[in-house]
Structures are given as structure tokens and as C-alpha cells.
């Protein structure tokens, strides 16, 4: 075993995967290889996933078994591989296990890590000759039992500068032909190490490594980036590509399944990645730290290029940072994304070339999709999980323009409890100050505000509740209806007003009766009305509950809380808009001759100035 030839690493990394005591096995993939191999046309594959998703692992996989220089038999003979991968006994199955057989070991190795000690490197031309001269040393070490070692010297002797001018040497020497593995292959392209000149020989190299070689019988070429361009026009256009928007082959064997989860008693959590099928795909980075650490948290803080995301948030291009409140609340956007890669950005550095709008949106969008950030699943992006979730809210904790929702989601829990004990004075001060701390002149408080400022301030009761948005029940359309999942617990109905009054927020919902088939629907816990109004001018909250048992007989109504009220005695009477009030024509007749802005707040200017008098 050396450096590049049948990789020491890499077989060793292969080992401690086998003695992890969750280790899930992903060997069949190699029966897929088995098939490509010295198919003309169909030998070379890149597949690029985020990090973290098993890549190297499957890098590792292939030098322990492929590797002449590595006894692997034993290793093998015990996973999935060794049985073929068809699912019965036919002739598919049976030329499965012979190709197994055939190629276990058969081949040496090359391993490039283009990643591996940059630091090292001056230029791309030090790092192609420090490949070249360990591919020199692994050949004068190689032993005896293996072809290569009968023509070592004269090898040595013909030895050149350049590593692609020895490999065919070798194959035409001794008619060895190699496994090549290629990983982190789009480094080199996003470090900034080199120059854009640089990374176009970089390019340039890599097709002349792989592309009509007799030495290669087959590679595997793995990274984050796609190389994307149309594969026609691509540098590149000898490899057939898999990337995270476009693999119906592979995508199994990156991650674990959803079963493979389940079988490892762990799913909530990390879930949501999507593959072509709509199959959920976990990463197996995070599955594996919470299980060897008994512990569900937060694993992402390794895995890299996390300030690329803050990057994209702050770059506030077409309502990028509107969209992303968005998914942060589990929505999903419609989006038509491409296969955006190494190469075309590239070719954007190189030709300074002008991007549209809308093309840099799809542009940010694909890079999140291929770091890993959001999932991509028929036409819509989301963000997939709980894990990357929390990484997004931090985001919003160090956005100065979003920072204020970060803190409405820190409090959201203590808001759904004061919502569950009827406290609507401490709803307002929750509200008032996340929100209206931070107001600026200029800000926009409309009702659609209002309603964003409402989902994130009760962000948390997803945990407990269906959150419905504009829900048609009854005779209109409800702002919110929050339906337990429990059916035993309480459902809360929220309406909103601005410029108007809590008062006539909860009288619309009886007017519209949007709790009126919540019964023959199963739900037979309590019913919370809550009304909220926004005075714009005094930039202050104000809020009404009620509660009815699901017979909507009345248990509990408060009064109207507005702040810096001093006689909140002569505010609204505690039932008189229960369905079965005495008083709710008397009020609804009074209602009907005093304005929004003059109801209230009109009473309230009377009472105050009586106080004053007295």
C-alpha cells in the first residue's frame, strides 16, 4: 500500500467504518461499478454530494476492494456485495456474484485527494508534481508478487515530470490498467489558493487524466460542486454526472435511507432530504455523532461553508431574505433550479460575464441545494430538517435586519403558554418587545407584516399544532387556526386586526364562526378565540381571549388588554360576544355606529380624561 497506489489512508479509514457500531452497509454500490468497468463510454462517473453525505467513505470502500495490494477477501465475504444485488436467484443475481468475485482485488488503485495539505502548495504545478513523485516512490516500494514489481526499473529509468506520461508508460509496459478515485475534485476550483488560470489547467487536467486513457478501467469522481455546463460543452463531458438535483442511480447509497434510519432507532430529527423518488435521505454524518454520543444535537457545526449561506441571506437580491422566512417556517417555494456547477462559475470569473436577477437567484438556490443547506424535490426547495432548521434561526440571530425574528422564535414557546393561560397582557409585552423594539421609521406594518410577525412569534407551537394559514371555515377565511394534534387539546383560532381593536377581531370570528365544525371534526378540547390588533400610530398591541368548551359554552373571557390603559374597568365586559350572550345584539348595535379607530380607543380617551379631573 502507498500514497496514491492502493491508498494506506484510505484502507484504514474503510476499517474504522467496519468497527463503528453503527456501521450501515453501503457495498452494494459496487456491483453497480462492477458493471462499468472497461464500458467504453459509461466507465467514468462523478458523483457530487453535500459534505458530510459518505462520499470519502465510499472512496474508501472501493481502494480496500478494487486494490491488489490489500487483502479484502474476508471483509467482503461478509457484506451485502458478496450476494449480488438482484433480489432473487436469476441470472442477473448469479453474474452479480461472478463479477464480484472477478474483481475483488484485481486491480491497483490510484487515489487523488485534491483537498489534502494545500498549505503545502505553491502553485497547481508544485501539487501535480508532488502527486507525480509520490506515484514514483508508492512504485519503487511496490512488492514483489505483483506485476508492476518485474518492470520497476526500467520504469524508473523512463520516469517523466509528468504523471499522466508514467501512467501510460506503465499500461504500456506491463498492460496494468488502474481504479481511479478522484476525490473532493471541485477544491481546487473554490480555493482561492489558485488562480482562475490555474484552475483552467486544473480542468484541462483532469480530462487528459481520465478521458480515452487504456490505463483507466474505470473512475469515480466525487465533491460538493457538480461540474455541471451542458456535458456536451463541459471540459469534463467524459464523466456520466449524479449531483443532488439529478440522480435516480445512485442517491442510496449517499446518506442513509429512511429504513436504514429507522433499523438505527433514530429519524425525527435529522430527516428530510429528498431523493429524485421523494425517498428520504438522512445525513450520515450527524445520524452516526448522535448515536455514539447519545446525544440529539446539532452536528453541522463541522461541516463547513456554513458562512456561504450567511453570505447568500445578507445578499439581498429579488427577496432572497423574504424567502428565506419563509422556509425557516416550513414552507416550500416553487423554483425551476439547474444544475449550477464548478465549471460555470468559472467560465463567470474568466469572461466577467453579467448575471440577470433571476438568474443569480437560481444560481444561490442551487449552490444551498448542493451544499446541503435545502433539499430539492419536485420543482420546490425547502429546508429538509430540524438540524439545518436551527442552523438557519442562528443565521437570523446574526442578521442585523432579521435579528428581531430570532428573538420572536427564542420566545415563541413562552407566547403559546401565555396564549394556553389566557394572559393577553403578556402576549402584548412579548410582542412589543421583539417586535416594536426594533421598528424603525419607514418599516412597513400592514396586516400581511402582522401575520409574519404572528407565525414566528408562535413558531414553536409546530411542535404541538397544525399551524393552518388562511383557513376557510365557517362563513370566511380565518387568519389562523392552530388544530392540536392531539384532538383532546385545545384549538386556538387567532384573528388580527390594524388601526382596529382585539374586541372586534374575536367578533368577526363569531360572525364568521370559524370554529363552527371543529366537533364533528374530532376535536373535543377547548376553544381559544384570540384577537390582536396593532395600533400603528401608538406602535402597541393590544389583545382579547376567550374560551368556550367544545359545546361553545363560555368558560373564560378576558378583557381587552391595551397598554398604558388606566382604568381598564370600563373596557369590554367579559362575555358579551359569547354565541350565547344576552348582551351581543345590544353590543353589536353599538358596534355598528362607532368607527375602528374611534371604538375603543375612544372610551378610553374619555376615561382617562376623568381620571385627570378627578
Not at 455546463?229 to 435516480?248: A, W
Not at 391595551?562 to 351581543?584: A, Q, T, V
Amino acid at each position: 500500500m502507498g500514497f496514491i497506489i492502493d491508498n494506506k489512508k484510505m484502507y484504514g479509514k474503510f476499517k474504522g467504518l467496519l468497527n463503528q457500531d453503527f456501521f450501515v452497509d453501503k457495498s452494494n454500490i459496487i456491483n453497480d461499478f462492477n458493471k462499468l468497468i472497461d464500458k467504453d463510454g459509461r466507465k467514468n462517473v462523478c458523483i457530487t454530494k453535500p459534505r458530510r453525505f459518505g462520499k470519502t467513505s465510499i472512496a474508501a470502500m472501493l481502494t480496500t476492494y478494487y486494490s491488489k495490494g490489500i487483502d479484502s477477501q474476508e471483509i467482503f465475504d461478509k457484506l451485502k456485495v458478496s450476494k449480488g444485488k438482484s433480489s432473487d436467484e436469476t441470472e442477473k443475481k448469479k453474474k452479480e456474484i461472478k463479477q464480484y468475485r472477478e474483481f475483488q482485488g484485481k486491480y491497483h488503485t490510484l487515489y487523488f485527494d485534491f483537498s489534502s495539505k494545500l498549505y503545502k502548495y505553491n502553485s497547481l504545478e508544485d501539487l501535480l508534481n508532488d502527486f507525480n513523485n509520490k506515484l514514483k516512490k508508492d512504485i519503487k516500494n511496490i512488492n514483489k508478487e505483483f506485476n508492476l514489481f518485474k518492470y520497476k526499473n526500467d520504469i524508473i529509468d523512463n520516469y517523466e515530470n509528468d504523471i499522466i506520461d508514467n501512467l501510460e508508460y506503465i499500461n504500456d509496459k506491463t498492460g496494468e490498467s488502474f481504479i481511479i478515485i478522484i476525490d473532493e475534485w471541485d477544491y481546487i476550483i473554490f480555493s482561492n489558493k489558485f488562480t482562475p488560470d490555474e484552475k483552467v489547467q486544473y480542468l484541462g487536467f483532469l480530462k487528459s487524466l481520465i478521458k480515452d486513457q487504456g490505463y483507466s478501467s474505470f473512475a469515480y469522481m466525487t465533491g460538493i460542486s457538480p461540474i455541471a455546463k451542458e456535458l456536451s460543452q463541459s471540459t469534463l463531458n467524459c464523466f456520466d454526472e449524479y449531483s443532488m438535483l439529478n440522480d435516480k442511480k445512485y442517491y442510496q447509497y449517499f446518506g442513509f435511507t429512511e429504513q436504514e434510519v429507522r433499523d438505527l432507532y433514530l429519524e425525527n430529527w435529522y430527516n428530510g432530504y429528498k431523493a429524485y423518488n421523494g425517498e428520504k435521505i438522512f445525513n450520515p454524518w450527524s445520524v452516526c455523532h448522535a448515536l455514539e454520543n447519545d446525544k440529539i444535537k446539532n452536528y453541522w457545526n463541522d461541516t463547513g461553508r456554513f458562512d456561504e449561506l450567511v453570505n447568500i441571506i445578507n445578499f439581498n437580491i429579488l427577496g432572497v431574505k423574504d424567502d428565506i422566512l419563509e422556509l425557516i417556517k416550513g414552507k416550500k417555494i416553487k423554483i425551476e433550479l439547474e444544475n449550477f456547477g464548478a465549471e460555470n462559475i468559472l467560465d463567470e470569473i474568466i469572461n466577467d460575464k453579467e448575471t440577470s436577477k433571476n438568474d443569480m437567484k437560481t444560481e444561490l438556490y442551487s449552490k444551498m441545494v448542493t451544499f446541503g443547506f435545502l433539499t430539492y424535490y419536485d420543482g420546490n426547495i425547502s429546508i429538509p430538517n430540524k438540524e439545518l432548521e436551527e442552523k438557519f434561526l442562528n443565521v437570523l440571530n446574526r442578521n442585523d435586519d432579521l435579528k428581531y425574528y430570532y428573538n420572536m422564535i427564542n420566545n415563541s414557546e413562552n407566547m403559546l403558554n401565555m396564549t394556553l393561560n389566557n394572559n393577553p397582557e403578556e402576549i402584548c409585552k412579548i410582542l412589543e418587545q421583539s417586535h416594536m423594539a426594533i421598528i424603525r421609521p419607514g418599516d412597513k406594518m400592514d396586516h400581511g407584516n402582522l401575520k409574519r410577525v404572528i407565525e414566528f412569534a408562535y413558531f414553536n407551537a409546530r411542535i404541538h399544532y397544525i399551524v393552518n394559514e388562511e383557513v376557510s371555515e365557517g362563513k370566511g377565511i380565518s387568519d389562523f387556526i392552530f388544530y392540536p394534534k392531539n384532538k383532546r387539546q385545545k384549538v386556538i383560532i387567532i384573528e388580527l386586526k390594524v388601526n382596529g381593536s382585539a374586541k372586534e377581531a374575536i367578533k368577526q370570528i363569531h360572525q364568521k364562526k370559524y370554529y363552527n365544525d371543529l366537533k364533528n371534526r374530532g376535536y373535543t378540547g377547548n376553544i381559544l378565540l384570540v384577537g390582536i390588533n396593532l395600533n400603528k400610530k401608538q406602535k402597541s398591541y393590544s389583545c382579547k381571549i376567550e374560551e368556550y368548551d367544545n359545546e361553545l359554552k363560555i368558560l373564560i373571557s378576558n378583557k381587552e388588554y391595551l397598554p398604558n390603559s388606566e382604568n381598564k374597568k370600563e373596557l369590554i365586559s367579559d362575555n358579551e360576544y359569547s354565541p350565547n350572550s344576552k348582551n351581543k345584539r345590544k353590543h353589536d348595535q353599538e358596534s355598528e355606529s362607532e368607527s375602528e379607530s374611534d371604538g375603543v380607543y375612544k372610551r378610553l380617551r374619555s376615561a382617562t380624561k376623568r381620571k385627570k379631573k378627578n
